[in-house]
């Protein structure tokens, strides 16, 4: 059964910093793209940041390149994502989100078939 648990969220001042994590477990994920969405209220669910296990590759909306960077253990399953130089409008749910059998980055969140239970990040002014 997989198992896709992120961790790391919180409550945090404008400017300040927060790490995410999230561990995928059921399979071996050889091939994968893990990466985070998210969903602010009243909103609909965004593309944040992707990256391809094998490959490499990384990916960003573009409301976080240069703040957030995304990483990954491969001998864990595991993904992190840092987020610098937070804003009010960064408040969200956070998901993790795991495709696989796959290389390429995909934006679409219809492409990911395991989902994380979500983590509460909430940045004040």
């Known amino acids: 059964q997989v198992q896709v648990v992120e961790s790391g969220g919180g409550l945090v001042q404008a400017g300040g910093s927060l790490r995410l994590s999230c561990a995928a477990s059921?399979?071996?994920?050889?091939?994968?793209?893990m990466g985070w969405f998210r969903q602010a209220p009243g909103k609909e669910r965004a593309f944040v940041a992707v990256?391809?296990?094998?490959?490499?590759?990384?990916y960003y909306a573009d409301s976080v390149k240069g703040r957030f960077t995304i990483s990954r253990d491969n001998a864990k399953n595991t993904v992190y994502l840092q987020m610098n130089s937070l804003k009010p409008e960064d408040t969200a749910v956070y998901y993790c989100?795991?495709?696989?059998?796959?290389?390429?980055?995909?934006?679409?969140?219809?492409?990911?078939?395991?989902w994380g239970q979500g983590t509460q990040v909430i940045v004040s002014s």
């Open positions: 989100v795991v495709k696989d059998n796959a290389d390429y980055i995909d934006y679409d969140d219809r492409e990911y078939a395991y």
């Open positions: 990256i391809s296990k094998r490959l490499g590759y990384t």
């Open positions: 059921g399979r071996t994920f050889s091939r994968s793209v």
